[in-house]
């Protein structure tokens, strides 16, 4: 039987800055998520808007910076407020080369300080029937607001998602403690991609010199067949997140 193959990116885009905050690097992100292939983008941190930083750097677009990384490239994209301020906001989006029938972004935010959501979308595949449920998250920095976090995930995936439907769960985990097997595998039996075929998490973070395993593709209904941090040199003078990118089969 012939099957096709679907290549997955996350990446946390630090709102096109690099890891020192110093200079506004979205074109080069551009450049480089563009080289992956990637059928679909999992984003967090992406700048909505920055009337401050708009003044400020001659290069920034005259659009959302969603908008700007899709053109041309991923025609169906949906971006959703994580954080809102007096001069603009940022999330999570999707962008995707295939239509995205359906999204909705739901508050998982524990405190009012700290404004997380789950970014749910619905793609159709092509040549096939089925629905592909992508969900993109950036998770809180406490173990106590992840606790909470992991159970709204699982609430969601069971409520919302048809046990047969594949689905992938990507993002920024920022979970130093190894503690979202625990959740999703064993509730959800979601398995994540880079442990699969490595036997452990991928270091991502600082992108400089990864030694942390932020960054997670977790998937169900799905065979995959590579993940990794790609290969590009210059992914460190990016964003302070390297990028993780996963190919399925289904």
């Known amino acids: 039987m012939a099957t096709n193959q679907?290549?997955?990116l996350t990446y946390n885009l630090h709102k096109g800055?690099?890891?020192?905050n110093r200079q506004f690097i979205l074109h080069q992100m551009r450049d480089a998520i563009n080289e992956t292939e990637a059928d679909i983008l999992?984003?967090?941190?992406?700048?909505?808007?920055h009337l401050t930083h708009q003044q400020n750097h001659q290069r920034w677009p005259d659009c959302p910076h969603c908008e700007f990384i899709a053109?041309?490239?991923?025609p169906h994209f949906a971006y959703a407020k994580n954080a809102v301020y007096n001069v603009g906001h940022h999330g999570n989006a999707i962008l995707s080369?295939?239509?995205l029938v359906r999204w909705e972004n739901i508050n998982i935010s524990p405190y009012s300080w700290a404004s997380r959501s789950i970014l749910h979308g619905v793609i159709n595949l092509p040549g096939s029937q089925t629905e592909l449920h992508i969900i993109c998250i950036h998770l809180g920095l406490t173990a106590g607001e992840r606790r909470k976090q992991f159970i709204q995930l699982?609430?969601?995936?069971?409520?919302?998602?048809?046990h047969t439907a594949p689905l992938i769960v990507a993002g920024d985990f920022n979970d130093w403690g190894e503690q979202a097997e625990k959740h999703l595998n064993q509730h959800l039996n979601?398995?994540?991609?880079?442990?699969t075929l490595h036997k452990r998490h991928a270091r991502t973070w600082p992108a400089w010199m990864p030694m942390f395993k932020m960054d997670r593709i977790y998937y169900r209904g799905l065979e995959p067949v590579l993940c990794e941090r790609p290969p590009r040199r210059d992914w460190h003078n990016l964003s302070d997140h390297a990028p993780l990118i996963a190919a399925f089969e289904f």
């Open 6 to 8: 679907l290549r997955i």
């Open 190 to 195: 979601l398995q994540e991609a880079y442990r």
């Open 17 to 20: 800055f690099n890891a020192g």
């Open 71 to 74: 053109q041309d490239i991923w």
């Open 154 to 162: 699982c609430e969601r995936i069971d409520a919302h998602v048809p």
């Open 97 to 99: 080369k295939f239509p």
């Open 42 to 49: 999992l984003l967090q941190e992406i700048q909505g808007e």
